[in-house]
């Protein structure tokens, strides 16, 4: 009991994190590389623990709202970087890339996420050895990253290819190589084009954090459940489901409403 502060104080830090992130004046990776390795570090020091004399809490007793950001800052954090890598190699003039991506990204797009769940969490043990297996958090959290790196490439990929092809020719007429016209031309008007899908998929993906209560882990649905059984609050079965739901409507509108304000502020006049 004396230990839930730790929990607060990373729930705060998560959130805090997110806040500062979305700041205009943080957007390049100048400034958003440090916010999120700092946040991401405090984070896991209060969590995890194990230094400046905090008790190591394993991630298998982790739980509620905490667990529930943790894991959709994870997923956003590594998934976003790896969505763009797919969306690439799904636009390389090597065919082998090209098709090999394309046959993995729509075999992880034709299956539920409950599967990919299942399958890191139940499966993948039976497949490596022991010391590779990682824990239960750790199998869901990479396969629930892979899972929203495939959707969210098809978005990167669409917006790649509405960006003018003469737009990459006169590029490589000024002498860009690759990498600077992708970094400096393709991508940004690609994430412009597509920013209200890009949103629509961060909410989608905030509510399918629920799905991990399916394989074990203790998010915030999981808590609301365990709530029911105590007897402090076993009669307050509605009170609990509407505080569980006005947390996710929150999180889902303020996603939303910070999508609008992003498509204002790159919208252009023609």
Known sequence: ME??????????IAITTL??????????????????????????LFIHGGVLGLVVVPSSRWG????????YITVIAFGLPLA?????????????????TAFVVDITRSLPLLTILFSATVIVPLMLPHALEG?????????????????QSE????????VGRGQVEAAQALGLSFW????????????????????????????????????GLFDLMASAQAAFHSGEWSAFHTEVYVVVALIYFIGSFTLS??????????????
């Open 19 to 44: 806040a500062v992130a979305c700041m205009p004046r943080m957007w390049n990776a100048a400034r958003m590389l440090p916010v999120w390795l700092s946040g991401y570090l405090l984070f896991l």
């Open 180 to 215: 600077n016209t992708t970094a400096l031309i393709t991508l940004p008007q690609a994430f412009r084009i597509a920013m209200p899908a890009t949103i629509n998929q961060f909410v989608i993906t905030f509510k399918e954090t629920s799905l991990v209560i399916i394989v």
């Open 3 to 12: 230990e839930q502060w730790r929990s607060a104080l990373a729930s705060l």
């Open 64 to 71: 509620g709202l905490t667990l529930t950001l943790f894991i």
């Open 84 to 100: 763009i890598g797919l969306a690439l190699l799904r636009q390389s003039h090597y065919p082998l890339f090209r098709h090999m």
């Open 135 to 151: 824990d239960k958090l750790t199998r869901s959290l990479m396969g629930f990253t892979f899972f929203f790196a495939c959707y």
């Open 257 to 270: 409403r910070y999508g609008k304000y992003v498509e204002r502020r790159f919208k252009t006049p023609y």
């Open 155 to 162: 978005i990167v990929r669409g917006g790649l290819q509405a």
